[in-house]
């Protein structure tokens, strides 16, 4: 392995679902390996529901030598089903964690016996001591389900109390969002790296469905701009390559601690962003 990259980076994938998609990802993690990631999250579906992909992906990424790590969600979970899951997460060599609430699936009558994240992240410390470096989320646009802008932030500080190592955010396009974010949390006495989450845009309809679902906002110059490319994907991905350049250098400029970015499983986009930061 050569030189860490001066800006730390790092990447997320979602476990795939086909053996064409195990193949893809593959490929797209040994093109991605080239930044020299610091670690390789892998998400977790609702209550967990893709567990066992989650772990084989990260077990891969162990495997081609690189650092790991599982999100891990907390509704509809026991004590004693974490304890197992931490050990097991230990036996496979895994030194971090993306601690998450997760979404309550449908049909989920109750949260089980962690009601937040902060609860999750107060038992995995008390559970394993600093073995696990621990992630949690950050939303600069606020939470979709926060009560307010002032809870979000409570609810965030709750997570840094609890013994949190760093912050990964929701992806934004509005950096001034970011660092009203890191001000507020800071003030908060919650000092720890916050790192933005970076989402390439490579078509028009997905980032406006993933905006729309998760509270994150894309400016409305964008939505407009993107909306009168039509199906010219061309114009598209040329004119997303600018944006998150831009809002990467913007960061990078301020002092970020790192970027994480939201591969979606592929590795163009990505390479290309970083290419153009010098990365």
């Known amino acids: ?13 979602f476990p795939p679902k086909t053996p064409e998609g195990v193949t893809k990802l593959a490929a797209a993690r040994q093109a991605l390996y080239a930044l020299q990631p610091q670690f390789c999250s892998v998400t977790y579906g609702a209550g967990g529901s893709t567990q066992d992909g989650t772990l084989a992906t990260v077990q891969a990424i162990l495997d081609e030598g690189w650092q790991g790590a599982s999100h891990f969600t907390c509704i509809g979970a026991t004590r004693e089903s974490v304890r197992e899951r931490l050990a097991q997460f230990k036996a496979m060599g895994m030194r971090r964690i993306v601690a998450l609430r997760g979404d309550l699936p449908s049909g989920y009558g109750a949260f089980g016996e962690f009601r937040y994240a902060s609860d999750l992240v107060a038992f995995i410390r008390a559970e394993t001591g600093d073995h696990f470096h621990i992630e949690v989320a950050a939303y600069p646009e606020m939470h979709p389900q926060a009560r307010s802008p002032q809870a979000d932030l409570q609810a965030y500080a709750a997570k840094v109390q609890a013994g949190a190592d760093s912050a990964i955010t929701q992806f934004f396009f509005n950096a001034d969002a970011y660092w009203r974010f890191v001000d507020d949390a800071q003030a908060l006495g919650a000092r720890i790296p916050v790192v933005p989450g970076i989402m390439p845009i490579t078509n028009s309809s997905g980032i406006i469905r993933f905006a729309d679902g998760s509270g994150a906002e894309i400016p409305r110059w964008i939505r407009l701009r993107l909306q009168s490319y039509g199906d010219d994907s061309a114009s598209i991905k040329a004119f997303g390559l600018d944006v998150v350049t831009d809002l990467c250098e913007r960061l990078r400029a301020g002092g970020v601690p790192a970027l ?20």
């Open 1 to 13: 392995m050569t030189t860490t990259p001066s800006l730390p980076l790092s990447l997320e994938f």
């Open 260 to 279: 994480h970015f939201y591969t979606m499983n592929s590795s163009a986009a990505v390479l290309q962003i970083c290419e153009r930061l010098g990365l």
